[in-house]
Structure formats: structure tokens, C-alpha cells
């Protein structure tokens, strides 16, 4: 949820659990392959990322993701790609995980993150020509934002240094061969913990530099605060450009970030922007005469629309690049061939380049997100010297691949699933037209279950995204292909606030989400029917974060829907703007005002103020350690149902965080079939369907 901010065993493993979907196949042997996508087939799923390609733009070095059965994990690989002939090397793989992967300027070298070593991450260089690799760093935790120099000799990254614990107080001496219980834990930061990462612990990320040939790191940035971001070379080698809040207060401001120049030589670091709010993703001109980056000034906002400029290398010379910027862009390189960008456009992610003027000149590709569990937007691209683009594909039917944009055309290089997926009927997706009562267009779509027949009304699941500040496009969704199989359609919408629309489109929900989408998003319904589609009688509704936020709250308004399933909500504001992973963030930017300030307008936007309306039969779920929208936010709501006789029941996945990807693959499958098994169970039109009503206690642990 909230992506801006810093922004799913196969069935078998709820075969044992009261909703679990159950196989009605008995003892009778299969008559033949399974053509439906099942929860079995997220194993052995890959998924391309992080192209990069090399400066001559004849390879890419990519990573591979790949679902394992028996690990119960994606397992990362590094894999290349010859550009003319398409043809694929393993480059490192085996044990471990390997990731990053970043070409030395003259394309003879690889660096990249792994485990190999079997302790923690680490740094390698691999040497393309012998191929052998060494690891360079011994660090104990693994570095980031990997930046080679311009002449190959040395390498700058990120990396975090522990701090001290803090303590209070003397605790008595501990005897020796005593068994004492662990030490207390201090807090006294104001951000303590982070979804994904658990407890922050003592330390800071600082700036680092170590020879491309191994050797003890050098520490370039010191202080209490962190360095970070994205690590950028002067041409000549002399200077490293960073991001970074460095002021005293840093810690309450979330938003504040500036761009510094680090001498290396000297050590010394020159703030080069100050305005209020963030600058980030400094890129240098390949002659060093400029630096674009992206930023925006801080008003207060939830959201805010990032803008393209540039500044001379020394700071001077501020000027927005391109005031008409059609979305927020979120990446930038700066090569020979100029300056490339890329951002959201209407469900889509591009790339576009950027003239010394401002012009912008759409490149061929589309990219496609790499979070194969919803259809968010997203992607990830490299460019080399003479503008070869490699990037991330958009499909609604299989994971992305690897594509390259020349000046020959656009290819797809790889087909990771096209074996796994040969067999298997996929739902199709379709544009729906969606117009809001005040007549702002609604972007849309519906994806048909497998089989679909013109004029057939079949059931339908509303599906929501989080964020609420993200997009959907038509991508591939491993849930919605189980939800197809299981014979639903699924409508996917971007209402206001989604992003890619421009800026006014976003701020539809500025000061008063999630009241302003109930009607955009019964609108969708209602035109999903009307198309012929939906089954009026058989809607269903889920979403998760902000989704789950939007489920919440249209139950509360509404009984249209058979039954929901709210995946990870926030449901009272004041509590969540108090536990969230981000306490400086959410109140002050979200609500615009601590909960003691205005207790009203907390309370008039949570969905807990409407649970005494709630009659839809509502399942919630929650990632055990999730940390953004915290599981006491879901178990909140899971009481109040109880408390207001709605049927409901709490799933809970174990070792899992905010991000569906963080659930290994068998709980994700475990996690849709629960979903689905609950949708099957009214769908059927009944109060009780044998197998699935809880015959214990309500609460469903998916193994904990």
C-alpha cells in the first residue's frame, strides 16, 4: 500500500483448513493435463528483471526469478542475452542468490550481489572474457546503488553501518553460566521499524569505495542520518553525485531529500539543492556540464506529481527541463544518445527521450511490471551509448520477458513460460468504457474466465489496487487467472488518485479518500453489467492495502456484493496513522493533521465508522508481518464483524510482509484459494456449503 512512500503450495496447503478449496476428483485418475492455471503452476513460474545492457549494446544481463517446489522460494539467477542472435548463457548461477547485475564501462566486466560465497550478500565482479569471478567486498550486509567509476578501476556503492543500541539504565551482573532472558530493546527513533525489513536496527546506510580488484572498502560519508539512493559518477571520475536528507531534523522530515557532490579526494560533500521537499536520481551528462534529476516542492499533499529538471554540475542554473511532463516520470539514464526517462501513461509504462530543449520522443517500448501476483504498472529498462533499450515486456498473459528496442525494431528475446504455459487457457482482457456520475472517464478493464462465451453473465470480482497512489494495466495477474479458473470474471479499474492521468486525476482523492471512489467504482460495476458481462446477482468484491481500505468502505455503503475479502486494510486512521511503518508520514501527509487535531475527519474517512452497516459476509487477510498497514488493523476488523454477527473469518500467512511476493509461492496459492473457497461458498447461494464453515474457532492461520 501507499506505493509513493518510499510505493500468493499449491492448493494442497489449505487442505487441511476449514475454507480450503477442496479436489472433487476423488480417487479417479486425471483425464489429462489440467488446461486451467492452478495454484501448482506458481512453481516453476519465471519472471525476467532488471535488464541491463551492456555499454556496446550487444548483451543483456538480466535476472531470472524462478518459483522452486522444493525450496518453496524464487530462486534469482543471472542470465545473457546475445542482442543480434537472442541466443541465452547461464552466467551465474546455482546456489545462492544473485542479483544486481552492472556492467563495468567497457562492457568487460560484470558486477553483481550474491550469496555464493554462503554467508550473507556480497560483491562479485565476474570477468566476461575468462569467466571467473571474485568477490570484492566482505561486508555484513549487502550493498546497493552499485556505481562503476568512469575508467573501470573502482566501484562506489551503498551500504549500512551498525550503530549503537541504545541503553537506559545498568541491568545487574549477570553470573557466570547464568541463563538470562535477551536484553531489553530501546527505542528512540522515530521510524523503528519498516514493512519487509522488521525492527530497524541501530546504524545508518553511508557511501562506500572499493577497487574493482577486491581490497578493504573505503567509508566516504559519515553522520547519524542515511546516504543513499541512486550513486552517480562525474565523468572525470573526481566526484560522486548522491541523494539524501542530511539536515538535523531528518527523521521527521519523510519527504526532504536533497543532491550533494562528494569530493573523493578530499572527502568533501557540497549540498547542490535546497528547496523544500524531495531531489533525487541525479544523472550526469556524458561531458559533465549537467545534472538531470527528478523533485518536486513539498506543499503538503498526499501526492504530488514529480517534474524533470536539470542544473549545471555545480549546482547552478535550476530550470524545469519540461513543465508539461504528461506523468510523474520515476527513472532516468544519461547516456550518448542522450537523456531517456520513463514514467506511467495511462496504464502503461514507457520511455521516453528527452531532448536538451525539453522535447520528448516516445520510444517503441511498453514495459511490463514485474509483480506478477496483481496487473500493476511498472517496469525496468537500461539504455546503452547508442540508445538500445533493453526492458521488461508487457503481457496479460504470461509474466514479463525480455524485450530490446533498436533502431531495427523491437523484439522479444526470451519465452520463460511459453513451455510451462503452452497448454493452459488463460482468461482474456478487455477495455471496458466507465464513466463517473460527474463524467470523468474511469479507466477499465475485465478479464473473462477461461472458456467465456459472447453474452454469457458470469460471476464477477471487483479487484482493487493499492497504493492508492499506483495504476493497473492490462497485465498478467497470477491471482486473477485463479480466480478465471475458478469461473469468475474480474474487474480492474483505476479510479482517482491512480496515477499516470496527470496530476489533477490523482488529486480526485486529495483530503477525502476512500469517500470519493464508491461511486466511480460502482460506476465499473454497473457498466460491466450493462456490457453484458456480469451477472447482477453474483458480484463479488477484494482488494488489498488500498484495496482492502476500498472493500472495507463499499460494504459499509453498500449490499450489492454476495461477499468481500479485504486483504490487509487500513480500518481506523488514527490507529493506523500511530502503527504504520512510516509514523511522520501518513497523518501529516494523508490526513493532513495529527489524530488529537481533527479526531473528526480521521474517524469520518475510516471504514470502521461504517461496520454497523456491514451485512456482506467478509473474509480478511493479513501478512503476519506486515508492517505498513499493521495486522492490527486487520484483526480490528476482523472483531468488529464478529461483534456485529457478520459471518467472517481471518486468514493470517505467516513470515509475510506488506508485498504479496514476500509469501512464498505456496502461500500465495494457498492464499487465493481461500479467497476463492469463500467467494465459492456464496456464490453457491447458500449460508452453508459443506467443508467450508468453520466447525472451530473463526480465526483461519495458514500455518502459524
Not at 266 to 290: A, K, N
Amino acid at each position: 500500500m501507499f506505493a509513493r512512500f518510499f510505493l500468493a503450495t499449491a492448493c494442497l496447503a489449505l487442505a487441511s483448513t476449514p475454507l480450503a478449496a477442496q479436489d472433487t476428483a476423488g480417487d479417479d485418475a486425471p483425464a489429462g493435463p489440467e488446461t486451467k492455471f492452478t495454484g501448482a503452476d506458481l512453481f516453476g513460474l519465471s519472471v525476467a528483471a532488471d535488464p541491463q545492457i551492456s555499454p556496446d549494446g550487444e548483451e543483456i544481463a538480466y535476472v531470472r526469478r524462478t518459483n522452486d517446489i522444493m525450496t518453496d522460494r524464487a530462486v534469482s539467477s543471472i542470465w545473457l542475452i546475445d542482442v543480434e542472435s537472442g541466443a541465452e548463457t547461464p552466467l551465474v548461477t546455482g546456489a545462492g542468490s544473485h542479483v544486481s547485475p552492472r556492467w563495468s564501462p567497457d562492457g568487460t566486466r560484470l558486477a553483481y550481489v550474491s550469496t555464493e560465497s554462503g554467508g550473507g550478500p556480497e560483491l562479485h565482479v565476474r570477468w566476461m572474457a575468462s569467466g571467473e569471478s571474485a568477490n570484492i567486498t566482505a561486508l555484513p550486509e549487502a550493498p546497493a546503488a552499485i556505481a562503476w567509476s568512469p575508467d573501470g578501476s573502482r566501484i562506489a556503492f551503498t551500504a549500512r553501518i551498525a550503530g549503537q543500541a541504545k541503553t537506559l539504565g545498568q541491568p545487574p551482573a549477570k553470573p557466570e553460566g547464568a541463563q538470562w532472558g535477551k536484553p531489553l530493546q530501546v527505542i528512540d527513533r522515530a521510524t523503528y521499524r519498516r514493512d519487509g525489513g522488521g525492527y530497524v536496527k541501530p546504524g545508518t546506510m553511508q557511501l562506500f569505495l572499493v577497487a574493482a580488484t577486491g581490497g578493504d572498502a573505503r567509508q566516504l560519508t559519515f553522520g547519524e542520518y542515511d546516504n543513499g539512493g541512486t550513486v552517480e559518477w562525474a565523468p572525470d571520475g573526481e566526484k560522486l553525485y548522491f541523494s539524501a536528507n542530511r539536515r538535523e531534523d531528518w527523521e521527521l522530515e519523510p519527504l526532504e531529500s536533497d543532491l550533494y557532490a562528494l569530493d573523493i579526494a578530499g572527502g568533501e560533500i557540497t549540498r547542490l539543492t535546497t528547496r523544500s521537499g524531495p531531489d533525487y536520481v541525479p544523472q550526469v551528462s556524458p561531458d559533465g556540464r549537467w545534472i538531470a534529476y527528478l523533485g518536486f516542492d513539498d506543499v503538503g499533499n498526499a501526492y504530488d506529481q514529480a517534474k524533470l529538471y536539470r542544473m549545471n554540475a555545480d549546482g547552478s542554473g535550476k530550470q524545469l527541463l519540461r513543465a508539461d511532463f504528461p506523468a510523474s516520470p520515476d527513472g532516468l539514464e544519461w547516456v550518448d544518445e542522450g537523456l531517456f526517462a520513463s514514467f506511467e501513461r495511462e496504464g502503461e509504462h514507457r520511455v521516453a527521450r528527452i531532448s536538451s530543449s525539453g522535447e520528448m520522443t516516445l520510444t517503441e517500448p511498453r514495459l511490463g511490471s514485474t509483480y506478477y501476483a496483481l496487473p500493476y504498472t511498472g517496469g525496468e529498462w537500461s539504455v546503452s551509448e547508442g540508445g538500445t533499450i533493453a526492458f521488461t515486456t508487457a503481457s496479460a498473459t504470461s509474466p514479463p520477458d525480455i524485450g530490446v528496442t533498436t533502431r531495427r525494431g523491437t523484439k522479444t528475446l526470451t519465452s520463460l513460460n511459453a513451455v510451462k504455459l503452452a497448454d493452459k487457457e488463460l482468461g482474456e482482457t478487455r477495455e471496458i468504457a466507465v464513466t463517473a456520475p460527474d463524467g470523468t472517464r474511469i479507466p477499465a478493464w475485465i478479464m473473462l474466465p477461461p472458456g467465456y462465451e459472447e453474452g454469457d453473465r458470469v460471476p464477477m470480482i471487483l479487484e482493487m489496487h493499492g497504493g492508492p497512489y499506483a495504476a493497473y494495466g492490462p497485465e498478467f495477474s497470477a491471482d486473477y487467472q485463479l480466480y478465471g479458473a475458478a469461473g469468475y470474471a474480474v474487474l480492474f479499474t483505476n479510479p482517482g488518485g491512480s496515477t499516470g492521468y496527470g496530476e489533477e486525476f490523482a488529486d480526485r482523492i486529495e483530503d477525502n479518500y476512500p469517500i470519493s471512489n464508491f461511486e466511480e467504482l460502482m460506476a465499473a460495476v454497473d457498466a460491466a453489467i450493462a456490457a453484458g458481462h456480469a451477472d447482477p446477482d453474483q458480484l463479488f468484491v477484494t482488494g488489498g492495502s488500498g484495496g482492502g481500505v476500498l472493500t472495507a468502505w463499499l460494504v459499509g455503503k453498500t449490499d450489492r456484493f454476495k461477499a468481500a475479502a479485504v486483504h490487509k486494510p487500513v480500518i481506523n486512521w488514527t490507529s493506523f496513522a500511530l502503527t504504520a511503518d512510516a509514523v511522520p508520514y501518513f497523518g501529516r501527509y494523508w490526513l493532513g493533521a495529527m489524530p488529537w487535531e481533527d479526531p473528526e475527519h480521521y474517524w469520518e474517512r475510516s471504514p470502521l465508522s461504517l461496520v454497523g452497516n456491514v451485512t456482506t459476509p467478509t473474509l480478511v487477510l493479513v501478512g503476519a508481518d506486515d508492517y505498513r498497514t499493521p495486522r492490527s488493523e486487520a484483526e480490528q476488523y476482523y472483531a468488529a464483524l464478529k461483534l456485529q454477527g457478520v459471518d467472517t473469518a481471518l486468514v493470517v500467512t505467516p513470515d509475510s510482509s506488506h508485498n504479496n511476493l514476500s509469501q512464498t509461492p505456496s502461500q500465495q496459492a494457498a492464499r487465493t484459494a481461500s479467497v476463492i473457497a469463500w467467494f465459492d461458498k456464496y456464490r453457491a447461494g447458500e449460508d452453508e456449503v459443506e467443508g467450508t464453515r468453520p466447525s472451530g474457532p473463526a480465526t483461519m492461520d495458514t500455518g502459524e
